[in-house]
């Protein structure tokens, strides 16, 4: 049985307004008109802590939402939802404060208007949009980024096995250098090429990745050219090719300042 309570002074949400505004507004925003109804008969505990509980109620539901696979969310109709927790939560009203807003009608004392609901139920609303679409965009950004690593595996790893050359040239004579050209360096930056203009067409790159991955495309099209130059060079056994694969050097120099600025 409800203890006596004196809401003379008071303003509470009717049931039929908090049903309305959990509808638009989900339970955030029936969390939010409990808590006032709460406040209004001077229990500000209660409502403190089921305005807590809606909105871990709220985050839960949409952790939920988003974790069902797409093909079972596309075939439950959109009203399923908003009904099931509506119709929950009016329940738990009509049992918390039943009695009290029946008392409060029946004295003829005032009730905030339906009005008032709804629009707390619309900013309720407009809050979760912006959840949701902050929670979907930050959920692309981290699964575009984590494919654009996964995608630069390959390319780390040709890039060290294609440098080895600079090792080999204080050791082995041209005809290998040339053989290792041909065979490694220069088929692993023309992969490189390729992974890097790949990783580019990932939906939903972020900008600074996008604008880092033209950087490194620029520094694989650079690291191609001087191992075909260096191919050249050894091939026609002359020097002349010395001042344009120093230029080259400079450019990837400036180029890999540029990567890790």
């Known amino acids: 049985m409800q203890k006596e309570i004196d809401t003379r002074n008071s303003e509470l949400y009717t049931k039929q307004a908090i049903s309305i505004a959990t509808f638009i507004g989900g339970p955030l925003a029936a969390g939010y008109l409990i808590r006032e109804n709460f406040l209004a008969i001077d229990e500000p505990k209660k409502g403190k802590?089921?305005?807590i509980i809606s909105i871990v109620a709220t985050i839960a539901l949409f952790v939920l939402i988003f974790s069902i696979?797409?093909?079972i969310i596309e075939k439950i109709p959109n009203i399923v939802l908003p009904v099931v927790y509506?119709?929950?939560i009016t329940i738990w009203v009509e049992q918390t404060f039943g009695t009290i807003l029946k008392k409060h009608e029946e004295l003829k004392y005032s009730f905030y208007s339906v009005w008032r609901a709804i629009g707390i139920g619309i900013v309720s609303l407009l809050i979760i949009g912006i959840g949701i679409f902050g929670y979907a965009y930050l959920s692309a950004d981290t699964e575009a980024t984590e494919a654009y690593q996964s995608?630069?595996?390959k390319f780390y790893e040709n890039e060290k096995q294609s440098l080895a050359f600079y090792r080999l040239m204080q050791t082995e004579s041209d005809f290998d250098l040339i053989l290792e050209l041909?065979?490694?360096a220069i088929p692993k930056w023309k992969e490189n090429i390729e992974i890097v203009k790949s990783a580019d067409t990932i939906t939903d790159l972020p900008k600074e990745i996008s604008d880092y991955n033209k950087k490194l495309l620029r520094y694989s099209e650079l690291r191609l050219e001087a191992f075909e130059v260096f191919k050249k060079a050894l091939k026609e056994r002359t020097v002349k090719y010395d001042s344009e694969l120093r230029n080259l050097h400079e450019m990837i120099d400036k180029q890999l300042e540029a990567i890790n600025e």
């Open 86 to 88: 509506t119709v929950a």
């Open 69 to 71: 696979p797409e093909h």
């Open 49 to 51: 802590n089921v305005f």
């Open 151 to 153: 995608s630069l595996e």
């Open 182 to 184: 041909n065979k490694n």
